[in-house]
């Protein structure tokens, strides 16, 4: 386990010197996806829960997704940083674009979500990248990231899979 550990550590030292991002690996989404999926997460809907939290869809690719949750008090737990249960629910949501895009008029569920908080999110945005490892007929295994949006601190993982 360590072996393949520091092998991700320095795989992804080496792609951030090279300059290439996790988006960078994933290609762009087909014009009729792009257009169908422009308006996430409202969906021509006055109001859910992704739009109650605030999330903004900031970058679509297939099978790889960035959405941001802009800081806000609402958002905190009572010692001041970003509540996890926010983070949770942006990493959930973050996934949906990346399964969905090309699962048209197929619902979709989250079978497990699994995730590590590694540090506070503290007066800043919090970004999250969701991709997908491994598509199947009707599972799929999907990585996420949470990121600090000005520090670009890492502060939580996970690892989810969907039912489509």
């Known amino acids: 386990m360590f072996t393949t550990l520091a092998n991700a550590s320095l795989f992804r030292r080496a792609r951030a010197r090279r300059g290439m991002t996790i988006a960078d690996r994933f290609a762009p989404l087909p014009a009729d996806a792009a257009e169908r999926w422009s308006h996430f997460p409202s969906w021509d809907q006055q109001s859910n829960y992704a739009l109650h939290l605030g999330f903004v869809l900031e970058e679509l690719r ?14 905190n737990q009572p010692a001041g940083i970003m509540h996890g249960g926010a983070i949770a629910s942006l ?3 973050t996934i949906v674009p990346v399964v969905g895009w090309c699962t048209e008029g197929r619902s979709m569920v989250t079978i497990s979500m699994d ?13 999250c990248e969701g991709w997908i490892e491994k598509r199947g007929r009707s599972i799929c295994f999907c990585r996420a990231e949470v990121r600090g949006a000005e520090s670009g601190r890492l502060c939580a993982t996970a690892n989810l899979v969907y039912k489509v």
């Open 115 to 127: 995730v590590q908080y590694l540090s506070a999110v503290k007066d800043e945005d919090a970004v």
């Open 62 to 75: 297939q099978d790889y997704a960035r959405l941001r949750l802009p800081a806000r008090q609402e958002m």
């Open 91 to 93: 990493i959930d949501t």
